[in-house]
């Protein structure tokens, strides 16, 4: 029923998940995975806004997405296909992808991880990457991937907060022809953060990179230790029990690690993947994001292997060598579903037709999006060019903490160019204005999920109050989960998803809290306060603008923004590096000192400021 719904029959299924969640998840549970123990109550809701899901039920994420594959046609069927940079080509069967996984886990547990341990892993995308994730999950680990673009103090601040005892690195990775010294940063890193014991390094790119003794060691030379050849039982877990940590921008300085756990997070990507982009085994599926991300983590790692896909991974920057390298892949491996970024899709759609035209991309059947609204230009051509009008594209809604998509489209929706359009079945999705109430169509409000789903994060890591406070406490009251963007409906009920509400901003589609960056620059001994704000940006759908007080005497010199802006490159990384750079004499406060962020915005934006009855001076 659910899985061959019809347009007509949307409504209906929807109705019946909203009001019959433990009917409808625990029906999908038990068709589509298998578990050590069945759970005794689908949705535990007694300690909001606390929920657990699959109580007393015993799985891995592992089993479901390698083990049981074992057993069937699968097992030697291919399920990744590796494409580094500079061209060369690996590609993993389910059978191999459980040998690599078990010498992985066995070389990790050799180290002292044992069930509960979290384990950093700061990598290039090479196949490593993802085994160290599988393997921790198997060994009973949670695992915490740092994206390979943050630097050695962001690195730092994220192995310090989860405690971790080892970390798996590799010596560099391939980026735009260049090689990303991966090692060097760790190991600054390492440094500053006193619990790393060991250090697991995966030789990729070949070049010199200092090895400490005793601490660091190579990952080929692990594997010649003839006990990683051993089986390695997959852990049994609660369906609670953590998966894995991801560290994600919020309104306030420090980033937040996101907790998802093996049952619910395993049963909801994979269900949403499934449904949206009819997900199968014989697909051939591309997500081009980081495997160090969200996107990456839910649709690159756990959901295709559940679903026993196979997928696409590629090391490098999407225009290297030339801007056809995207197309030239969907054609050679014969891609079916391909899921990007808007942000990608412009930096393609610049380049022009031609590029794609070389190519035949007659293999793509669905598109995807995510990561921030898509513009219609960017939509059409998309659709138009890459799809050749026969792709659906799908834009998907959802965030770090939802663990999968939210609100989107099924194959069957009627589109509507840059609305994610309905919410998924079991997601009581609405806008509504401050007091709660719902806005009339058309009318911009907030974007509320008003009942648990089983991919919800549990809980920011050792941090409970938080987690209540970020997302639970603006409708306490009614019980809701608050998104943090704005958005409005329209008659039809499509959901429009329009920006942040509070101080996170999407450079690239990359998730960045102000905070952050502003922390960055006024760690820079000249700079005595700091505000950024997000203009927009044609190909980045924003980007940072930095407003910063220099310290009394500072000159001006013609330098003093490469350096402001190199020293943040360092601190957090090329993603967070301000497009500008602005000295001011004082910015714009409220009485109580916090900085408005609007008001700069509409300032540099030749715009009326609103209003200013709150601002001190
Ligand atoms: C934004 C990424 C509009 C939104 C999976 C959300 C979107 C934030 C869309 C989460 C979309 C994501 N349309 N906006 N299709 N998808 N967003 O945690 O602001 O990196 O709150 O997760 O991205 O970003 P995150």
Redesign the pocket.
Known sequence: MVENATVKEYPNTYRFSIEEPEKFWGKLAEENLEWYKKWDKVLDDSNKPFYKWFVGAKTNIIHNAIDRHLKTINRNKVAFIWEGEPGDVRSFSYNAVNREVTKMANIIASMGVSKGDIVTIYMPQIPELIFSMLACAKIGAAHSVVYAGFSSTALADRINDASSKLLITADGGFRRGKIVDLKSIANEAVEKSPSIEKCIVVKRTGQDVKMEVERDFWYHNLCEEPFVNNKCPTVEMDAEDMLFILY?SGTTGKPKGVIHTHGGYSLYTSTVLRMVFDLKPIDRWWCLADPG???GHSFIVYAPLILGATTLLYEGAPTYPNPDRVWSMVDKYGINVFYTSPTAIRGFMRFGNSWVKQHDLSSLRLLG??????NPAAWEWYHRVIGQEKCPIM???????TGGFMISPYPITPLKPGS?TLPLFGIDADVVDEEGNSTAPGEEGILVIKKPWPGMARTIYKDDDRYKQVYWSKFEKQGWYL???SARRDEEGYFW?I??LDDVI?VSGY?LGTAEIESALVSFPKVAEAAVIALPHDIKGNAIHAFCILNEGTEVTTTLEKEIKDHVRHEMGPIAVPEKVNFVLSLPKTRSGKIMRRVLKAKAQGLDPGDLSTIED
Do not use: N
Request: aromatic content about 12%; glycine content about 8%; charged content about 25%.
């Open positions: 994600t991300w969200i996107t999006t995510v990561g921030e609204p898509i834009d998907t809604w959802w965030q770090t903490e994610a998104a943090g963007d998803v920006a942040r999407k998730r």
